[in-house]
């Protein structure tokens, strides 16, 4: 599977500057993280200087915060688009763990900020409302799924759409977070990528396992 580079090429030399300085502060940001990643490095891979980033992201904490609702609004805003309402529960079901699992493999910056964020114990998660608001849309896409299953008597009514995020995210999430260290002990350092459509076929069984009736 081909792994999503954050931008074109094409589109970043099209971009305005500021377009620039925050495609660069993603990767930056999934490189070295808040505390490693530089004001002036960010400069310096969008072409331009540290005052001007300064100009229209004000100061380092600002700027990652930003990236930070970026990353989780393209995940549930791509996520909302699947229309898995006109679906049959357990096709709606599948299809979500298999587009969850390969948008974790296809945007690894993505992730990686995530992890940054996590060793930061949520730091700016905690302080935004907005990423709060935005991620609800996780849960409630489930639980109409699950709610549809449930009334057909396909899924488990103890099941909650907390705990099925949960086991599809932990999935999906492994995967990129601890390819390099699962690949070199276990899988010989083979690419991750090689081993992509094994592990979502596992994550689909294991999901429609654990909400079975």
């Not at 377009?19 to 310096?44: D, H, P, W, Y």
């Not at 690894?108 to 114990?121: A, K, L, S, T, Y």
């Amino acid at each position: 599977m081909e792994t999503h580079e954050i931008y074109l090429p094409e589109r970043f030399d099209d971009a305005s500057l500021k377009e620039k300085i925050f495609f660069s502060a993603i990767s930056l940001f999934a490189e070295f993280g808040l505390n490693g990643a530089r004001m002036e490095q960010i400069a310096e891979k969008a072409n331009t200087t540290k005052r001007m980033v300064v100009y229209h992201f004000k100061s380092k904490e600002l700027l990652y915060v930003q990236v930070l609702e970026y990353v989780y609004t393209q995940i549930r805003s791509c996520e909302r688009q699947l229309n898995l309402s006109h679906q049959p529960p357990v096709e709606a079901m599948v299809e979500l763990v298999e587009w969850t699992f390969d948008f974790h493999a296809t945007h690894p910056d993505f992730i990686r900020i995530i992890c940054m964020e996590n060793m930061q114990r949520g730091r700016f998660v905690k302080e935004s409302a907005y990423l709060r608001e935005i991620n609800r849309s996780a849960l409630e896409l489930l639980e109409d799924v699950l709610t549809r299953g449930q009334e057909k008597q396909l899924f488990n009514k103890l099941v909650t759409a907390k705990d099925v995020h949960r086991l599809i995210s932990s999935f999906s999430f492994y995967h990129v977070a601890n390819s390099y260290t699962f690949s070199n002990f276990f899988e010989d350092g083979s690419e991750p990528v090689d081993s992509t459509a094994h592990y979502r076929e596992m994550a689909v069984k294991v999901v429609l396992r654990y909400i079975g009736p």
